[in-house]
């Protein structure tokens, strides 16, 4: 559980700002005197009578421990990533994509994402414009190991002959497997077939960018 250690003037201060108040108009809907409350907000006073307190804790319908800060108001703070569902994935180069276990130094940081992945999932950064313009160079490619590919959806595979992994779309036809890139550029490169031990790493979940 997250502890949240606020003095009475910030809870203030947000509950204003959420229902953006300013002095003069909380001092007028609550009677407390505008004075008073200014330097309630500044922190001028580090322990308000509770006279003070009572009609602005009952106008913003929270009890006078809350708005001083010894109780959390759970609709008033930001719920962490992880309360919210999302999950952290490591971010990787395309070097480390087809390396089984990663130690956390050689990643390039962490992502936070709200897809559904199993373990395993990690995300990288489109660095060509082989994908273009749906995935175009700088996008981030969120990858899960665990989910199966199907026709038409967009995957990171491995072919034997060539270390590095390639993102592309996948195709099938019967037992056949075709990767394809989307850019019109590559359009006479059409779809590669795809070999018994060539293999998929994962299937992409999510696509991100940065405007």
């Known amino acids: 559980m997250t502890t ?3 003095n009475v003037n ?3 201060n947000r509950l204003m700002f959420r229902e953006s108040l300013h002095v003069m108009e909380l001092s007028r809907r609550t009677g407390v005197p505008q004075s008073t409350l200014q330097r309630i ?3 001028a006073i580090e322990k308000p009578r509770s006279s003070s307190l009572q009609p602005i804790a009952e106008y913003f319908q929270v009890s ?3 708005l001083k800060g010894l109780e959390p108001i759970p609709w008033l703070y930001p719920a962490t990533p992880e309360e919210m569902g999302w999950t952290q994935v490591p971010l990787l180069s395309w070097e480390l994509v087809t ?3 990663i130690d956390s130094n050689e990643t390039q940081g962490m992502l936070f994402t709200d897809a559904k992945v199993g ?3 990690f995300a990288l ?3 060509d414009a082989s994908m273009e313009p749906l995935f175009p160079q700088g996008t981030l490619l969120v990858i899960d190991r665990e989910k199966e590919p199907t026709d038409r959806s967009y995957v990171l595979a491995q072919l034997k002959p060539y270390p590095q992994a390639i993102f592309r779309q996948l195709v099938l036809d019967g037992p056949s497997r075709y990767l394809r890139p ?5 359009n006479k490169y059409t779809m590669n077939p795809m070999a018994k031990e060539d293999k998929i790493i994962g299937v992409l979940v999510q696509a991100r960018r940065n405007y």
């Not at 989307?182 to 590559?186: G, K, Q, R, V, Y």
């Open 64 to 66: 006078i421990e809350q």
């Open 119 to 121: 373990k395993g999932a």
């Open 99 to 101: 390396v089984g276990k």
């Open 182 to 186: 989307i850019s019109p550029d590559l």
């Open 4 to 6: 949240h250690t606020l």
């Open 41 to 43: 907000t500044v922190g």
């Open 125 to 127: 950064t489109m660095d």
């Open 10 to 12: 910030d809870v203030l």
